[in-house]
């Protein structure tokens, strides 16, 4: 399995190690020509969106993105991922961008996360939500889903910070600054039912 991770600016770093650590293969796209290997899943990391937006656009990746996202390629965007998955359409969901005041622009917490039948081995049998710490950066929210299709995974304070639609993963925190591979996982496992899929399909 080999997984891209959009490295075009922000916290990118964190997810390839993470990734290095479950023994998955990564590589970075910085430019259309990277985004063209091969790839069995993308990374949209946390950092500024409308850097990573504007840097899309002039780099010709934007629509590329888009198209491979809406053919089913899965995706997991992390906080200005989630923001982007927003923007490039892809995501039916009403995001709030630094939801959070200056003063709680950082906050950790540990909250309910939804690993549905996709439960880590740690989790409650049958599939139930599995306490999660959550570390939140300048973060923004869901505000509403604009699709039946979405799953919410999670909500802190009534706001939701995870959800799911098809093979997009979205989270408004940040899973790649703890030690729990638990997300990342997850999302792994999206990308490996997308591969026995396409082999079978
Ligand atoms: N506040 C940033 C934005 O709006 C997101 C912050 C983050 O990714 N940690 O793009």
């Known amino acids: 399995m080999r997984i891209a991770v959009l490295a075009l600016q922000g916290a990118f770093i964190e ?21 063209l290997q091969p790839k069995d899943g993308l990374i949209i990391p946390g950092g500024e969106s409308t850097t990573m937006t504007k840097l899309l656009y002039e780099l010709g990746l934007f629509d590329p993105v888009k198209q491979a996202i809406e053919a089913g390629l ?14 490039l359409g892809t995501m039916a969901v009403e995001v ?22 996709q439960s880590p081995a740690s989790c409650p049998l049958p599939p139930a939500p599995c306490p ?25 304070d009534g706001r939701i910070v995870a959800a799911r639609q098809g093979n997009q993963l979205a989270t408004a925190f940040h899973p790649e600054l703890n030690d729990d591979t638990r997300v990342h996982e997850y999302f792994l496992d999206m990308c490996r039912n997308k591969m026995s899929s396409t082999l079978c399909g």
């Open 15 to 35: 997810h390839e190690q993470m990734l290095s650590r479950l023994g998955v293969e990564v590589f970075e796209v910085r430019q259309l020509a990277d985004w």
């Open 74 to 87: 899965p995706v997991f965007g992390t906080c200005a991922g989630l923001i982007l998955l927003s923007t």
């Open 96 to 117: 709030v961008r630094n939801a959070y005041g200056r003063q709680l622009g950082s906050f950790s917490v540990e909250a309910p996360f939804d690993f549905g039948s």
């Open 132 to 156: 999660l710490l959550m570390t939140f950066i300048r973060a923004p929210y869901i505000r509403r889903v604009l699709s039946e299709d979405v799953r919410v995974l999670a909500e802190v």
